[in-house]
């Protein structure tokens, strides 16, 4: 049983439906008793990274922490993954899980002088995956998956694989049991089924 | 890299998809789920379904339409076609869009962007602009005017400044639909979309006048004539299997365009 949080950003029935079609089976909950006792956590997200306020104040953040250091692995999607940093500065007042060192930045209007569109809209490829990644196995370099971000959190050893896209940011992360996509796995076509499937067999 | 996105739009009459040829007769293309699948797995990279009828009469079959067709669509799905309100956005995005285009309910009442996008973020609002050139100004593309109601209705709007606006309401896309090319299959209107792509930062998306891949390769193009558009748009030409996507996007590698194959 994946439990998947729900805290009103969005994308969560398009994860849910995914996860259904995958065999896998879901609950949807808000219930930091639910977090806490969980065997697998799914936190999807699109939109504002004020909407993660909201798991504070539920007082999931902590249940989540404590789930996460007994080894259940986790996926945080979009802002699910953002997340997993200590913050971003689309709102800065709201803490993320500080799990990963860093912060969510916005693309910058230009990058080497040219004019950089943002939001970030579309397939772009998947490029430097870890070989040891469990979360993208069986994906092959340049694999396509679908983005629709302004703001992307930075590359460090954590980092899983890059996308480029004004210079390079992180497309995946994982650390051991952690792991998180920037980009839409329910809606990147085969590719992203195969990274959800990953994720289901753990 | 980031590749330039083929949309395939499904136009839906009373749960039908349906193509007008030469704007005169109907004709049926099929079921609007089974042809979503189909271009999925022809290579198209987002579905677009537009409710074409759009009264409140048909709102339940679109309803039901929306959830057929997302139930086992893995790509982005967009839904247009009479949403007017906030309220009407909700209910296509919990039937499982990922995206509502919004026209004339956006002119109408402007707000209705930032609305739709305080609850379900900007990327998921898109704004549909139908344009006309001004055959009679001095530069017909700066003096484009907007049409709502399905093209009917000219608003005194100019194009370029509705479309800055749209972004600066909230949009997280713009659908540019060049009126004087559409049902021609003779190319895009790629001077209008450059001039709008240059004027907004997010991304836009032509459409109107798609007839082969020659077409998308300038609507693709950033050379001064190109079109500069980040994705285009296209009916009739894939329903009839004149081509699909995967095809399409194998001669737009040929030509240089980054595409996901």
């Keep these: ?202 | 890299m980031l590749t330039k996105r083929v949309i395939a739009c499904l136009d839906v009459r009373a749960g039908r998809v349906v193509k007008g040829i030469q704007f005169l007769d109907i004709i049926d293309a099929g079921d609007p789920a089974e042809l979503a699948h189909r271009h999925a797995a022809a290579g198209a990279d987002e579905i677009v379904l537009l409710d074409i009828t759009a009264t409140h009469e048909g709102r339940g079959t679109l309803i039901d339409t929306v959830k057929r067709t997302a139930a086992q669509l893995f790509i982005p799905f967009t839904v247009g076609g009479g949403i007017r309100t906030a309220h009407d956005a909700e209910a296509v995005f919990h039937a499982g869009a990922d995206k509502v285009s919004i026209n004339s309910a956006a002119i109408a009442r402007p707000d209705l962007i930032g609305e739709i996008g305080a609850s379900f973020g900007a990327q998921a609002v898109i704004v549909a602009i139908d344009a006309r050139r001004n055959p009679d100004a001095a530069d017909p593309i700066a003096e484009a005017e907007v049409y709502v109601s399905g093209g009917r209705k000219p608003t005194a709007r100019r194009v370029v400044d509705w479309a800055r606006e749209a972004e600066h309401r909230g949009a997280g896309e713009i659908l540019l639909t060049s009126m004087d090319a559409d049902g021609t299959r003779a190319g895009f209107d790629c001077d209008l979309i450059a001039r709008v792509s240059a004027a907004v930062q997010i991304p836009v998306i032509a459409s109107g006048g798609a007839g082969n891949a020659q077409h998308f390769v300038e609507v693709f193009s950033t050379a001064p004539n190109g079109g500069k558009a980040d994705a285009a748009l296209a009916a009739s030409i894939f329903h009839f299997g004149i081509t699909d996507s995967w095809a399409l996007k194998r001669d737009l590698k040929i030509a240089g365009i980054p595409v996901r194959l």
């Excluded at chain 1, 949080?5 to 079609?21: E, R, W």
């Excluded at chain 1, 993320?96 to 080497?112: K, V």
């Excluded at chain 1, 089924?193 to 289901?200: A, M, P, S």
Aim: net charge negative; with cysteine.
């Design chain 1, 1 to 202: 049983m994946i439990q998947v949080i729900d805290y009103k950003a969005g994308n969560l029935t398009s994860v849910v439906k995914a996860l259904h079609f995958l065999g896998a089976e879901t609950h949807v909950t808000q219930s930091p008793a639910d977090v806490r006792n969980a065997t697998k956590i799914v936190l999807p997200g699109v939109g504002h990274f004020r909407a993660t306020q909201l798991l504070h104040d539920l007082q999931l953040t902590e249940a989540t922490r404590e789930a996460i250091a007994r080894g259940v692995p986790f996926l945080g999607i979009c802002v699910g993954l953002q997340w997993l940093y200590q913050g971003s500065t689309e709102a800065e007042s709201t803490d993320g899980l500080c799990h990963f060192g860093g912060a969510c930045d916005r693309f910058p209007a230009t990058y080497e002088g040219e004019l950089l569109k943002s939001p970030h809209v579309g397939w772009n490829s998947l490029e430097d995956i870890r070989p040891d990644s469990r979360l993208l196995r069986n994906i092959a370099p340049g694999s396509f998956v679908y983005y629709t971000h302004s703001w992307r959190a930075p590359v460090s050893a954590d980092t899983a694989a890059t996308t480029t896209y004004g210079g390079s940011f992180t497309a995946a992360v994982e650390r051991n049991n952690v792991m998180g996509v920037q980009f839409h796995p329910e809606k990147s076509g085969p590719t992203g089924l195969q990274i959800l499937r990953n994720f289901v067999e753990l």
